[in-house]
């Protein structure tokens, strides 16, 4: 157990330094503000993301600049940028926030699982997925806030950088930006997808050579399903005769729907309506190409007990999942059991 600080002798007393006027002065809501619109970029990317209109963050940051006497940021053209006195700052927030978020993941750990929060940071293809392991989560421990950020995957390597959630969900890893922690927990089969009165729909081993042939939907540059489908047509030295790019998952379906042409996509974007729907699953050869979704988190990173608690039990899942995409799309199995072997269960120790 613990020992109490012992206090200093009378007279002999060294008080840290206190920043009285900053404390008096200054709010940590408005250096949460600060430390957003430096970290996006953006003012209008800060507001967004705290959830505040323009004026309210224009606000904030004036009377910040106020406590601190000094301009905080300065016009680079048509971008802000922050000064040197708001590089100082910044670099402060960032350490002062990290110490924060160690005192309230200890506080949580004492108080075990009753209470605690748990932030995670997914791609867009991972909203499929997430929601549900997050509500059996919930069922288990209710009393943990969870909040869920669905975004790009550039934004979100953005948002590990800068250590703002607890865990992140992605396919494809980040190699060359910094060290991380990786665990593979479910499948993430990419398939051919085309409208239900396709020509094609119900072919078999159909040559991706025809695939070819049709208009083409991809997604955007820098989606790792846009890469990994590219990869394959670029193997067979073919290329897809690409309509249009959407950037949203979506969208794409919408398209498919509506005849404007085929796409490669996450199984998991048919969940809710399955695979006798309106979009239809195309034998192709070469498909599904197996990916997987990994929760992910920068090396060296103490993961509160939340944290620990929902990877372990997010691992625990693979075979759940396995067995609910299999029943989606019988066809899988044999695809399961030719490309990976299903993923063994894997406890987290924290």
Same mark, same amino acid.
């Given at each position: 157990?613990?020992?109490?600080?012992?206090?200093?002798?009378?007279?002999?007393?060294?008080?840290?330094?206190?920043?009285?006027?900053?404390?008096?002065?200054?709010?940590?809501?408005?250096?949460?503000?600060?430390?957003?619109?430096?970290?996006?970029?953006?003012?209008?990317?800060?507001?967004?993301?705290?959830?505040?209109?323009?004026?309210?963050?224009?606000?904030?940051?004036?009377?910040?600049?106020?406590?601190?006497?000094?301009?905080?940021?300065?016009?680079?053209?048509?971008?802000?940028?922050?000064?040197?006195?708001?590089?100082?700052?910044?670099?402060?927030?960032?350490?002062?926030?990290?110490?924060?978020?160690?005192?309230?993941?200890?506080?949580?750990?004492?108080?075990?699982?009753?209470?605690?929060?748990?932030?995670?940071?997914?791609?867009?293809?991972?909203?499929?997925?997430?929601?549900?392991?997050?509500?059996?989560?919930?069922?288990?421990?209710?009393?943990?806030?969870?909040?869920?950020?669905?975004?790009?995957?550039?934004?979100?390597?953005?948002?590990?950088?800068?250590?703002?959630?607890?865990?992140?969900?992605?396919?494809?890893?980040?190699?060359?930006?910094?060290?991380?922690?990786?665990?593979?927990? =479910?499948?993430? *089969?990419?398939?051919?997808?085309?409208?239900?009165?396709? !020509?094609?729909?119900? +072919?078999? $081993? #159909?040559?991706?050579?025809?695939?070819?042939?049709?208009?083409?939907?991809?997604?955007?540059?820098?989606?790792?399903?846009?890469?990994?489908?590219?990869?394959?047509?670029?193997?067979?030295?073919?290329?897809?005769?690409?309509?249009?790019?959407?950037?949203?998952?979506?969208?794409?379906?919408?398209?498919?729907?509506?005849?404007?042409?085929?796409?490669?996509?996450?199984?998991?974007?048919?969940?809710?309506?399955? =695979?006798?729907? *309106?979009?239809?699953?195309?034998?192709?050869?070469?498909? !599904?190409?197996?990916? +997987?979704? $990994? #929760?992910?988190?920068?090396?060296?990173?103490?993961?509160?007990?939340?944290?620990?608690?929902?990877?372990?039990?997010?691992?625990?899942?693979?075979?759940?999942?396995?067995?609910?995409?299999?029943?989606?799309?019988?066809?899988?199995?044999?695809?399961?059991?030719?490309?990976?072997?299903?993923?063994?269960?894997?406890?987290?120790?924290?």
């Amino acid at each position: 157990m613990k020992q109490a600080p012992q206090k200093a002798d009378q007279g002999h007393t060294q008080a840290a330094p206190i920043p009285v006027h900053l404390i008096r002065h200054a709010t940590l809501r408005q250096l949460q503000v600060f430390e957003a619109i430096v970290r996006l970029g953006s003012f209008t990317r800060a507001a967004e993301e705290l959830f505040l209109t323009q004026p309210t963050v224009s606000m904030q940051i004036r009377k910040l600049s106020e406590a601190m006497g000094v301009p905080l940021f300065e016009h680079v053209g048509r971008n802000v940028e922050p000064t040197e006195a708001g590089l100082e700052l910044y670099d402060a927030c960032r350490k002062m926030f990290d110490i924060l978020t160690n005192l309230e993941m200890k506080i949580a750990d004492l108080k075990g699982m009753k209470r605690g929060s748990l932030r995670l940071g997914v791609i867009t293809t991972a909203k499929y997925l997430t929601p549900e392991i997050l509500g059996e989560f919930s069922k288990m421990h209710p009393g943990i806030n969870l909040a869920l950020k669905v975004t790009n995957r550039e934004s979100i390597i953005e948002r590990m950088h800068g250590n703002i959630d607890d865990l992140y969900i992605m396919g494809q890893v980040p190699e060359d930006d910094f060290e991380i922690e990786a665990y593979p927990f =479910s499948p993430n *089969p990419l398939v051919v997808m085309a409208p239900r009165d396709h !020509p094609l729909v119900g +072919k078999k $081993n #159909i040559p991706l050579s025809e695939i070819a042939k049709e208009p083409f939907i991809i997604r955007e540059p820098g989606s790792g399903i846009r890469d990994a489908t590219m990869r394959l047509f670029e193997a067979k030295g073919l290329k897809p005769q690409v309509r249009m790019e959407l950037g949203s998952n979506e969208a794409i379906k919408h398209a498919i729907v509506g005849g404007l042409g085929l796409s490669v996509l996450s199984l998991h974007t048919l969940t809710l309506e399955g =695979s006798n729907g *309106p979009v239809a699953i195309l034998d192709v050869k070469g498909f !599904p190409i197996m990916r +997987k979704w $990994n #929760i992910v988190y920068p090396k060296g990173k103490e993961l509160s007990l939340v944290a620990r608690t929902f990877l372990d039990f997010a691992m625990n899942c693979q075979p759940e999942i396995y067995s609910r995409m299999v029943a989606m799309w019988p066809a899988l199995k044999d695809a399961f059991e030719d490309q990976v072997k299903p993923y063994p269960v894997k406890q987290v120790k924290g």
